[in-house]
T-cell receptor, first 118, second 113 residues
Framework: DGGITQSPKYLFRKEGQNVTLSCEQN?????MYWYRQDPGQGLRLIYY???????QKGDIAEGYSVSREKKESFPLTVTSAQKNPTAFYLC?????????????????FGSGTRLTIV | KQEVTQIPAALSVPEGENLVLNCSFT??????LQWFRQDPGKGLTSLLL?????REQTSGRLNASLDKSSGRSTLYIAASQPGDSATYLC????????????FGKGTRLSVIA
């Protein structure tokens, strides 16, 4: 079955360490996204990518980095520069505008990674 | 900049009641609107998607409407059940340029048996 896989489900990081969250999709979607969710704040966009080897900053990109070397994969690195990284991180994918005839127009989300600073 | 607001922030109803969740957005230039459900500690599950040219979509006991000109959408849940308890999120996809989804903060629903 097609879908998005995020790993790990839970992640613990010490102060000053970088950590990478994995996101893989087999939906053949061109676009992929990373959102951060904090209690009472809703989802905020960190980075997104519409094509391999290209990505754009979202609203809260500071302290994060991404890569898009393969269509299926969009890993997120939380660097030591991110001052308050404890949160729930969600990855999503979609087809891009103009290719709606190829299938479902909406976003598909992974099950999330909960990152905690210890 | 597009902003999405959901009212109420939390709602508690007895089992069997019909209920309406509200979503409003500031810019009517949207590509589509999507309603999601989120259970505690889980990812988002898509419930309904309405393209900008559509007025409503239905799936089982759920019905979502869209009034693009007034910047409003509603999610109607018929005959609510305890299993409907979750947070419901509304998101709009702005028109053009593959702009990412903009989310509301959600409505936390509790259905009491």
């Amino acid at each position: 079955d097609g879908g998005i896989t995020q790993s790990p489900k839970y992640l613990f990081r010490k102060e000053g360490q970088n950590v990478t969250l994995s996101c893989e999709q087999n939906l053949n979607h061109d676009a992929m996204y990373w959102y951060r969710q904090d209690p009472g704040q809703g989802l905020r966009l960190i980075y997104y990518s519409q094509i391999v080897n290209d990505f754009q900053k979202g609203d809260i990109a500071e302290g994060y980095s991404v890569s898009r070397e393969k269509k299926e994969s969009f890993p997120l690195t939380v660097t030591s520069a991110q001052k308050n990284p404890t949160a729930f991180y969600l990855c999503a994918s979609s087809i891009v505008d103009g290719r709606a005839q190829e299938g479902y127009y909406g976003y598909t989300f992974g099950s999330g990674t909960r990152l905690t600073i210890v | 900049k597009q902003e999405v607001t959901q009212i109420p922030a939390a709602l508690s109803v007895p089992e069997g009641e019909n209920l309406v969740l509200n979503c409003s957005f500031t810019d009517s230039a949207i590509y589509n609107l999507q309603w999601f459900r989120q259970d505690p500690g889980k990812g988002l599950t898509s419930l309904l998607l309405i393209q900008s040219s559509q007025r409503e979509q239905t799936s089982g006991r759920l019905n979502a409407s869209l009034d693009k000109s007034s910047g409003r959408s509603t999610l109607y849940i018929a005959a609510s059940q305890p299993g409907d308890s979750a947070t419901y999120l509304c998101a709009v996809r702005p028109q053009g340029g593959n702009t990412p989804l903009v989310f509301g903060k959600g409505t936390r629903l509790s259905v009491i048996a």
